[in-house]
């Protein structure tokens, strides 16, 4: 076990490195970052200083060692733009994207097993036909044209939810949350919804396709052959079952909430880390660039190594015999 | 059971609902939001030469002189100057001046604030003559030293803000936050001016939150007790939150809404010409012009071609459909409010037939191919406004393959030291305001090793040397009228030269909510000392 699990972090370690070697390999295509820095009058020598001292002139391969050995010691650089610690503009946004991934999974959770189990159990009725027209249209529109439908609906026409922004927060510590002010949780729904849009139809899809073979099996049927109440069967019985699917799938998910939350956070104007992206790679702020890369991909291969340890916890098949190991 | 499940599910959704709109706050403060497409990337006001982050830094810093609503300058800091020999200014500051910590402003500040902005890592080295010499008379009067006459010496002091001294040291702020910077300076987060407002909340691309400053000196127009900028960078998002009422001041609004913004009934988009010109430059300075059919030659370096593609440009056309009227052709590269004999220059009419016989007379009657490098992100509709050129070209038989890339990409390639372009879309407003900086930075000859920055903007490397004097005389003539003549020399030579195509200055369009009285600048700057609200009758 130990073996298996030290072989996974470094081949973690490995794709972080990757990661982060193709993301420098790629900045050189975003532009020039002291166009960016400096006002539009600036002497061509002035430029020229700045770009030697950031040591821009340096070959990709140099620039990328430069990085990497700052990342080790814990440093992340200053952002060319906010002039501050990129590890600071980091975490004053990571609470935002968070909390709005959370609340986007906690939507797609509940709101998908619900529909899904509607959709199940009352296959014929208009209800599950709406919500399955619901589902295609959830699954087929791009987030941000939702995401301004959303807004000028209930935002603009009817007035009642925030366009833009995440309300006023309350600080605990170094996190600032959303979830103690009215303002904080009413900016909250729109931005969820959105983002949460396509995992619910996902989670909704499964649910029903899940339910509808679990309903099939003869445990249900001996289940109702007991004389269980309809509520007994479908919810301690066959819901149960349906769960372990989706549990994977919403837990895999979550590394994807979080990273494509840059769209909804750009059409609310969340004030996340993907926000703080998009802005650092339209003004070519490299050091914001690359950490939110290596960040992402730490989340996801965090997410992946937990799965598959959990994995092997669950299915002892999984676990490669001890002599095979090389 | 889904019956009962749904209905918990809408209860707390009805609950929610009922939850936030309890929760609307009662403001007895009157209160102005408002939303920009960027940041307020730093308060430190030497970091970087951005309009609106400058107009920002003006509500809570001042400088000795600024410019009032018809941009002329006035007394800020000085309450008076005078030029007893045209080498010496003797400036002297306003007494009882309080910065926001409670120092007094002192000529002291003045000299450190002449040090530090022209400090290495300050992106407003420019502003302040580099040859100026700043001696302290007494506690309130300040002398500034030149080497040689400059009458202009003064022009871009409005954007040169004094800072505290006994601030800056206890804080080790003494340097300017340069980009290069080790660690962040205090200054970049933290304010102390001496303006009508102070900052008390400033997270960085996200929110900036200004409050009145009980111990200002002078009166102020704005009956705003606070204001909140939020970043909007979305276009959609941004027009949203101005017709929802969740902000009360917004820029810009995209073209393509306009009309709908204006229809709203609670706001209006408020236009007006911006100081920026619109303008093409063509490379004249390669022997052979670079993505070209034409090979081993360069026919920019026919005046005839330029002239050609001049008159095959119809800018009206450009100002009317592209621009949906919020243009203004221009014949100058400098906007007329900036140059008080703009009027006497008149746009060559678009002549089809005239361009194609100067292109057969060139040579080149069949027409030829290039590459015209544009902004996508830059200014408004620069992209279309590229397109448009390129259909129109195509008349006289030139083919050209657009090239539009965000700036980002745009500036690393056709700015110094590449210059790797062949005819480009720029933008430009003089930082001086004044026709020198076109005569010197626009239409300067460009030389290698040359470190005065003439030139630098000049990507085409267009060059006759008969300006560069003239610009070197306009320089240090203090007589307005003569001044004004030998600027209009040296535009008259550009314009027979067929330098430059200048296309137009771009209208600004702030949303504005009819609850809101402010003042717009062609300088674009919102300026939040003149900016009042209607309060809400509680």
Redesign the interface.
């Known amino acids: 076990m130990l073996a298996f699990l030290l072989r996974r972090v470094i081949q973690a370690a490995a794709v972080l490195a990757v990661v982060g070697l193709i993301a420098f390999s790629m900045f050189r ?5 002291v ?14 200083e ?1 770009r030697k ?2 040591g821009l002139d340096d070959p990709v391969i140099v620039q990328f060692g430069r990085y990497a050995g700052d990342v080790l010691r814990g440093e992340f650089g ?1 952002s ?6 990129v590890s600071r ?1 980091l975490a ?1 946004r990571m609470p935002a994207t968070l909390e709005l991934a959370f609340c986007a999974t906690v939507f797609a959770l ?2 998908g097993v ?1 529909m899904g ?2 959709c199940a ?2 296959r014929d009725s208009w209800l599950a036909g709406l919500f399955q027209a619901v589902s295609l249209v959830g699954i087929s529109l791009p987030t941000f044209l939702t995401g ?1 439908l959303l ?2 609906l209930f ?2 026409t009817l ?7 995440r309300g006023d927060t309350v600080r605990l510590g170094w996190w600032t949350t959303g979830f103690l ?3 904080g ?2 900016a909250l ?1 729109l931005p969820s919804i959105t983002l949460g849009m396509f995992q619910m139809t996902l989670i909704m899809r499964l649910v029903r396709a899940e339910m509808l073979e679990v309903l099939r099996t003869d445990y249900i049927r001996f289940a109702r052959a007991r004389g269980l109440t ?2 007994a069967v ?2 301690r019985h066959a819901l149960k079952n349906t769960l372990v699917p989706v549990i994977t799938i919403a837990g895999l998910q979550l590394g994807s909430v979080i990273a494509f939350s840059i769209i909804t956070e ?4 969340w ?1 996340g880390m993907g ?2 992206f ?2 650092a790679v ?3 702020d490299i050091p914001i660039m690359s950490a939110y890369l290596l960040l992402v991909a730490l989340i996801f291969v965090t997410i992946n190594l937990v799965v598959d340890i959990l994995y092997t916890v669950v299915d002892p098949r999984l676990r490669l015999p001890a002599g095979k190991a090389a | 059971m889904s019956r009962t499940l749904l209905k918990s599910l809408v209860r707390g959704v009805a609950a929610g609902a009922a939850l936030a709109l309890v929760a609307m706050p009662a403001q007895a403060e009157n209160v102005f939001r408002f939303a920009f497409q960027g940041d307020i990337k730093s308060l430190d006001p030497y970091s970087l030469k951005e309009t609106f982050t400058i107009g920002m830094h003006a509500a809570v810093y001042e400088a000795l002189v600024t410019r009032d609503k018809d941009m002329k300058i006035v007394p800020q800091l000085a309450e008076s100057w005078e030029t007893p020999e045209p080498t010496r200014w003797r400036f002297h500051l306003r007494k009882g001046v309080k910065f926001h910590d409670g120092s007094p402003f002192t000529a002291d500040d003045v000299i450190f604030s002449a040090q530090r902005v022209r400090a290495p890592g300050s992106n407003f080295q420019t502003n302040v003559p580099a040859d100026a010499e700043f001696v302290k008379v007494d506690d309130y009067t300040v002398d500034m030293v030149l080497k040689r006459p400059n009458p202009i010496a003064i022009a871009q002091f409005p954007t040169w803000y004094i800072m505290s001294k006994t601030w800056a040291e206890k804080n080790g702020a003494v340097q300017p936050t340069a980009p290069t910077a080790g660690n962040p300076g205090y200054a970049t987060l933290h304010e102390n001016g001496t303006g009508p407002f102070v900052i008390t909340e400033q997270q960085p691309g996200v929110k900036t939150i200004f409050k009145k400053f009980p111990g200002y000196w002078g009166k102020v127009e704005s009956n705003l007790d606070q204001a909140v900028f939020t970043t909007i960078s979305n276009d959609a998002t941004r027009v949203a939150a101005l017709l929802s009422g969740e902000v009360d001041w917004m820029d810009p609004v995209p073209l393509q809404d306009q009309q709908r913004v204006n229809a709203s009934g609670t706001a209006t988009v408020m236009t007006g010409p911006e100081l920026r010109t619109i303008f093409l430059g063509m490379d004249q300075w390669r022997d052979e012009l670079k993505d070209s059919s034409v090979k081993g030659k360069n026919p920019f370096k026919d005046p005839k071609v330029r002239e050609a593609f001049y008159l095959a440009i119809d800018e009206d056309t450009i100002a009317k459909r592209v621009m949906r009227g919020q243009a203004t052709p221009s014949a100058l590269l400098i906007a007329p409010a900036l140059y008080d004999r703009a009027g006497e220059f008149k746009r060559p009419a678009t002549d089809l037939k005239k361009a194609k016989e100067l292109m057969a007379e060139a040579g080149y009657p069949d027409g030829f191919s290039l590459t015209m490098d544009c902004p996508n992100d830059r200014y408004v509709n620069d992209e279309a406004i590229c397109q448009a050129v390129v259909s129109m070209l195509a008349r006289i038989g030139v083919k050209v393959n657009l090239n539009a890339q965000p700036k980002a990409k745009y500036f690393a390639k056709v700015l110094a030291p590449g210059y790797d372009t062949s005819f480009y879309l720029v933008g430009w407003t003089p930082s001086s305001q004044d026709s020198h900086n076109i005569l010197f930075e626009i239409a300067g000859c460009r030389k290698a090793g040359d470190k005065s920055g003439r030139g630098g903007w000049n990507l085409g490397g267009y060059c006759n040397p008969k300006i560069d004097e003239i610009a070197d005389k306009v320089e240090g003539e203090t007589d307005k009228t003569k001044r004004d003549a030998l600027i209009k020399e040296g535009f008259d030579l550009i314009q027979a030269d067929w330098g430059y195509i200048p296309l137009h200055q771009q209208a600004l369009a702030w949303g504005v909510s009819k609850k809101v009285h402010l003042v717009q600048r062609p300088d674009n700057m919102l300026l939040l000392y003149w900016v009042s609200k209607d309060k809400t009758p509680s």
Request: no cysteine.
């Open positions: 295509f975003a532009g020039d970052p166009n960016q820095i400096v006002g539009p009058d600036t002497p061509v020598s002035e430029r020229a700045i001292s950031l200053i060319y733009q906010f002039r501050q610690p503009l004053d509940v709101v619900l189990v509607y159990l009352r301004i807004i000028f935002s603009v007035g009642w939810l925030p366009s833009y922004g002010t009215a303002s949780l009413k729904i309809t509520r479908h919810l750009t059409v609310f104007q004030p926000l703080l998009v802005q339209q003004n070519v």
